[in-house]
C-alpha cells in the first residue's frame, strides 16, 4: 500500500492567512465573538488609544488569550506565551500578536477585579437568550488548593513551639561564645556563630510578627505566603486552599454567579451566594436548594422569609441514620410549660443548657420512671433516666426538615447532583484546574470568574451550536472593530 509523505520545503502561490486555517465552525470564533460582545469600560478594564508612552498590547486581545487559554487548561503565563506563538488558533485569536509571559502576567495581576465581572457579564447574555430561566437554583461549594505550600501555614501552637526552639539556640549561641573567648582552638569561628544568632534573631522576629497576625485577625491559622487562604479539607487532606461557591440554574446548568471565600466550610454562605446571584439576574428565584452543608436554620430563615422555597437536608437528613424506637421526634414538645412528654405520658423537665452543644437538656423527673417502663432498656439504659437534647432553633429544623422531605422537594434536590457537580467536575478534570495559580482572595476570584465563563460558553455551545452561537454574539459585539 502507497503513502503519503508531507514536504516541509513545499511553497504556495498564495500563502494561506491566518483565517483561512481557522474553520468557521471552530470553537475559537465562538470566544473571539463574545469577549468582543463585552463593554470593557463595563469590566472595570482602562483601554485608552491616546495614552502616552510605549504602546500596549490591545486589552481585548489579552482578555480573549486569557479565556481561552483558561479554556483549554492553559493557564501559565509562559505556557500562554508558548501557545500565542505555535498554536493556529490562539494565533488567529491574537491576530498575530505575541505578548511575552510578563505582560501577561502583568494583565492579569492589574485587571483582577475586571475580570471578576466577566462572569456576570456571561450571565445576563445566557439572561438575553433565554438559557437561563432562574426559577430554581442550586447552590454548591468545592475546595481548591492555594498556591501556597503547608509548611508556611503557622497557628499559634507552632509559634510558641518554634520560638521555644529558638530561644533554646541562641542560648546555646551564647554560651558557645563564651566559650571561644576562653579557649584558643577547636571551636568555629567567633564570626560563624555571630551570623548564625543574627539568622536566629531575624527567624524569632518573623515568627513574632506572625503570632501578632494570629492574635488581630482572630484566625486560626496564616499562611506566610498567601494570608488569604486557609486550611481546608481536601480529600481526606488538610492543606492551604479556598472554598468555590458557584450558583447554577436549573434550566441548563448555567453558572449566574460565584464566589470565593477563606471559611473552610459552606456554613453560613447561602444567603450572601443567593444574593449575588439576584444582582446579576435583576430578580429573585422562587426555589434555592443545596446540599446539608449550607444547613444553618436561622440563615434558612432569613431566605424562606423572601417568599423563597429552600431546600436543604439537615445533617441527621443526610446522614440517614436507621429508623429505631424511641427517638426525639417520638416525644411530644410542650411549648407553654417548656416539657417533652414521652410516649407513656411521663415529664421530663429542662435542667441545662449546654452552650458548646448549643443545645437545651430535658431529663425525666425520676430515674425510677424509666427503670419501672416496660421500655427500660429499648428506649435508653441510662441509670439517670431518659434525657433529650433540644438544639438551638430546633422549631426550625423541623421546618426545614419537613419541607425537604416533600415529595416534589425530593423530586428537586435530586437534580442537585447533576447541575451542581457538573461545573465543578469539568473545571477540575477537563480544565485540569484543581488548584489556583493567584495569591490572594482578589486573584482566586478572578481566577473562578474565568473558569466559570469557560463552563457557560463550552455549555453555550453545547446547546445553541457553535455556528449559531457566533453568530448570535456578534449581534451583541460593542467593540466598534469587530
Not at 11 to 17: A, C, E, G, K
Not at 163 to 186: H, P, Y
Not at 387 to 400: D, H, P, V
Not at 401 to 424: D, G, I, N, W
Request: charged share 30%; aromatic share 8%.
Amino acid at each position: 500500500m502507497a503513502f503519503r509523505y508531507g514536504d516541509r520545503n513545499q511553497t504556495n502561490l498564495f500563502p494561506p492567512s491566518l483565517d483561512d486555517l481557522v474553520p468557521d465552525d471552530s470553537p475559537v470564533r465562538v470566544y473571539n465573538a463574545f469577549i468582543d460582545a463585552l463593554d470593557l469600560s463595563d469590566l472595570g478594564i482602562v483601554a485608552d488609544e491616546n495614552g502616552v508612552g510605549n504602546p500596549s498590547y490591545d486589552p481585548r486581545a489579552m482578555l480573549k488569550l486569557l479565556v481561552y487559554g483558561y479554556s483549554y487548561g492553559v493557564r501559565s503565563s509562559r505556557k500562554l506565551e508558548r501557545e500565542v506563538n505555535y498554536n493556529v488558533s490562539f494565533m488567529w485569536l491574537m491576530g498575530g500578536l505575541k505578548p511575552d509571559h510578563k505582560t501577561i502576567a502583568e494583565f492579569r495581576r492589574r485587571n483582577k477585579k475586571a475580570l471578576r465581572n466577566v462572569l456576570k457579564f456571561c450571565a445576563r447574555i445566557c439572561i438575553k437568550l433565554d438559557l437561563i430561566s432562574g426559577n430554581t437554583l442550586f447552590v454548591d461549594g468545592s475546595k481548591f488548593r492555594a498556591n501556597a505550600s503547608r509548611k508556611n501555614m503557622w497557628t499559634a501552637r507552632r509559634c510558641e513551639a518554634e520560638l521555644n526552639k529558638i530561644d533554646r539556640r541562641i542560648n546555646a549561641i551564647l554560651d558557645e561564645c563564651d566559650k571561644v573567648d576562653s579557649m584558643e582552638s577547636g571551636l568555629p569561628s567567633f564570626v560563624k556563630i555571630q551570623d548564625e544568632l543574627k539568622n536566629s534573631e531575624v527567624l524569632r522576629s518573623k515568627i513574632r510578627s506572625v503570632l501578632d497576625d494570629l492574635e488581630t485577625s482572630g484566625k486560626n491559622s496564616v499562611n506566610t505566603v498567601d494570608k488569604d487562604c486557609a486550611f481546608v479539607g481536601r480529600n481526606h487532606y488538610a492543606e492551604p486552599g479556598y472554598n468555590a461557591q458557584l450558583v447554577i440554574d436549573n434550566e441548563n446548568g448555567l453558572i449566574i454567579s460565584n464566589d470565593v471565600v477563606s471559611e473552610s466550610n459552606d456554613m453560613g454562605q447561602l444567603s450572601s451566594q443567593l444574593e449575588q446571584a439576584h444582582e446579576t439576574m435583576g430578580n429573585q428565584c422562587e426555589t434555592v436548594c443545596a446540599d446539608c452543608g449550607y444547613n444553618r436554620p436561622e440563615e434558612l430563615e432569613k431566605i424562606s422569609e423572601q417568599g423563597i422555597k429552600v431546600i436543604v437536608p439537615s445533617i441527621r437528613q443526610a446522614a440517614k441514620p436507621e429508623e429505631r424506637e424511641f427517638t426525639k421526634k417520638d416525644f411530644k414538645y410542650d411549648k407553654e410549660n417548656n416539657i417533652y412528654i414521652c410516649p407513656q405520658g411521663q415529664i421530663l423537665n429542662y435542667r441545662k443548657s449546654q452552650k458548646s452543644r448549643k443545645s437545651l437538656t430535658y431529663r425525666i423527673t425520676s430515674a425510677s420512671i424509666c427503670k419501672n417502663c416496660s421500655n427500660w432498656g429499648t428506649c435508653t439504659k441510662d441509670k439517670r433516666g431518659r434525657a433529650i437534647w433540644r438544639m438551638e432553633y430546633e422549631e426550625l429544623r423541623n421546618k426545614f426538615e419537613t419541607e425537604y422531605k416533600k415529595p416534589e422537594s425530593q423530586k428537586v434536590y435530586r437534580l442537585r447532583q447533576q447541575r451542581a457537580e457538573h461545573p465543578f467536575g469539568h473545571i477540575k478534570r477537563n480544565l485540569m484546574a484543581d488548584h489556583f495559580l493567584i495569591r490572594g482572595l482578589d486573584g482566586v476570584k478572578a481566577e473562578m470568574s474565568i473558569l466559570a465563563t469557560c463552563f457557560n460558553l463550552r455549555r453555550m455551545m453545547t446547546i445553541v451550536g457553535i455556528a449559531l452561537l457566533k453568530e448570535i454574539l456578534s449581534g451583541y459585539s460593542t467593540n466598534p472593530a469587530a
